[in-house]
């Protein structure tokens, strides 16, 4: 049998194959993050047939200062849950499951976005997006651990099947984990251990608050790609933290590189990550970057070096691409 149509168990979590529908940013909802026709359309499409186990919905603001976006898709507070309902419906009606992605922008973001100066775990510029953001108080992380929490609360209302928290692309707590831009010396700073004690508080707080059953993912910058920046040790520490916290899977992708890496190449380009995480954790791992053939994704799961294979832009530009994928299997 492929490896591609074998079924996956991760927890509370069962799945019907190995292909997932990674995050992608769709600039599609209304200026206020409310889901729209228009957001319902385009995952209906996408999940048309149910040939992807699983579908991960865009990163979605947790709090207004930490919206990346105009349009944007919101979870910030609870007049949002009853479009979500819709877009949870739409998607388990075609046969897939479904989950949000939570996120904070921190300083991956500018003030005439936001309405405020964006907040980061200390002054210092983003490597991306330049700007001068504001140091994050203690009072500042205790507010968004619990905006976190309320997100995941109203993900599990909506009636989605889990939720990821977005620790990648150098949004907030990629900034909290990456040496480039935690320069704190208070217990969020320095060492690996507590530069990930954000994503600790926030996993604890979100498992709280959506119970033991409900699966939990996470989104890990691996790597930063850049001189300073997270290297694949780091996250090695980090990912094996993460599994004793309760998450369920990790998705593995770039961190300050963003989700393309300019001297990465070929189908699987974060490989090596997902290879080096998937080797110290018993959980199941998800990879993606320029995965586009079929054949490449039996492959990459053939050689262990991923659990599940997320597809983004081949799915962007053909949405018939896993109903493609899967009968070539069966035929």
């Known amino acids: 049998m492929s490896h ?34 228009s957001i319902l359309d ?7 047939g149910g040939y992807l186990s699983l579908i991960i919905i865009e990163h979605s603001f947790i709090k207004l200062d930490g919206k990346a976006s105009d349009l944007q898709l919101s979870v910030s507070d609870d007049s949002m849950v009853e479009g979500l309902k819709k877009l949870a419906e739409v998607i388990h009606r075609n ?36 700007g001068m953001p504001n140091e994050l108080t203690r009072e500042g992380i205790a507010n968004i651990i619990s905006a976190f929490q309320n997100a995941a609360r109203r993900t599990k209302e909506a009636g989605f099947d889990g939720v990821e928290i977005h620790s990648a692309h150098g949004y907030l707590l990629n900034q909290f984990f990456s040496p480039l831009t935690n320069k704190r010396t208070d217990e969020y700073g320095g060492n690996v251990h507590n530069r990930i004690r954000l994503h600790l508080q926030v996993i604890e707080a979100v498992r709280a608050a959506v119970g033991d059953d409900f699966p939990i993912l996470l989104r890990l910058g691996a790597s930063d790609f850049r001189e300073g920046g997270i290297i694949i040790e780091d996250s090695q520490v980090a990912a094996k933290e993460f599994e004793k916290a309760g998450v369920n899977i990790l998705d593995i992708s770039g961190g300050f590189s963003g989700y393309m890496v300019p001297d990465l190449s070929g189908q699987g380009y974060f ?3 997902s290879e080096a995480i998937k080797k110290i954790v018993s959980i199941p791992v998800i990879l993606t970057g320029g995965i586009t053939e079929v054949q490449a994704a039996e492959q990459l799961l053939a050689e262990k070096k991923t659990d599940l294979i997320g597809v983004g832009r081949a799915i962007l530009q053909n949405s018939k691409w896993a109903e493609q994928a899967i009968n070539s299997m069966l035929n």
């Open 271 to 273: 490989a090596p990550l």
């Open 95 to 130: 046969g897939s499951k479904t989950m949000m992605q939570i996120n904070h922008a921190g300083s991956n973001t500018t003030q005439e976005i936001t309405g405020t100066t964006p907040v980061a775990p200390s002054a210092v510029s983003h490597p991306r997006r330049g």
């Open 4 to 37: 591609l149509l074998k079924p996956l168990q991760a927890g509370p979590l069962t799945l019907i194959n190995r292909l997932v529908m990674p995050p992608m940013a769709t600039a599609k909802a209304d200026p206020n993050g409310k889901v729209n026709q």
């Open 42 to 48: 385009y995952y209906a499409e996408k999940s048309e």
